[in-house]
């Protein structure tokens, strides 16, 4: 039990929970002072972009050399850290939405997490810890603006905005998933 509260605080888990709680928390007050709701495509995937982005600082410890050095299988707890952190933020948004008593849509949540969660892997390892949740981000900003046309070009470019059953979005948030996961898991995050 030791090892795993010290590997906690080495991620910086503590902070980054309380950083996706509070986004949360905020993004549905805001939503309910403005007449939104947490089922909005838009606010759900700001709630999740938000929360990927807290928990990418914990994708590398404080010394990236003394953590390759170490003598413990690092695949397995990486890929079991960021199965945590996309299980963590999907769920907080789902608490949220039926706390809240919105519709729930748990395949939305799912592939958005998913493919949320495969950038912020790509980023920690292309970019390293400080630049992971640029990739979010981007994606995030070009979802925002690409045209809401059936086309698959319109529905990869905004596939974070779909509705669940888009096939070309689905598979784009599973290619995300499974590339950066990967990625991230077998090289680790860059220095």
């Not at 700001?46 to 928990?55: C, E, I, K, N, Q």
């Not at 003598?71 to 397995?76: D, K, N």
């Not at 769920?91 to 495969?118: C, E, I, M, T, W």
């Amino acid at each position: 039990m030791r090892a795993l509260t010290l590997y906690a605080r080495s991620r910086q888990a503590p902070a980054s929970l309380a950083a996706v709680l509070i986004g949360a928390v905020a993004v549905a007050a805001l939503a309910q002072l403005g007449g939104g709701a947490l089922d909005d495509p838009r606010l759900a995937t700001l709630v999740l972009v938000m929360g990927m982005t807290a928990v990418s600082v914990g994708l590398g410890g404080q010394d990236l050399a003394l953590d390759r050095t170490a003598a413990i299988g690092w695949m397995p707890r990486r890929a079991a850290h960021l199965l945590l952190c996309g299980a963590f933020v999907g769920g907080v948004l789902l608490a949220a939405q039926s706390l809240s008593g919105q519709p729930v849509s748990f395949s939305f949540v799912a592939r958005n997490s998913a493919g949320l969660l495969g950038l912020v892997a790509v980023g920690a390892a292309w970019g390293g810890v400080a630049y992971a949740w640029l990739p979010p981000f981007a994606w995030l900003s070009v979802s925002l603006v690409a045209p809401s046309s059936t086309d698959t070009a319109s529905q990869v470019l905004g596939w974070m905005l779909r509705e669940p059953g888009a096939q070309a979005a689905t598979w784009t948030a599973v290619v995300l998933a499974v590339v950066g996961t990967t990625v991230y898991v077998v090289g680790g995050p860059r220095r």
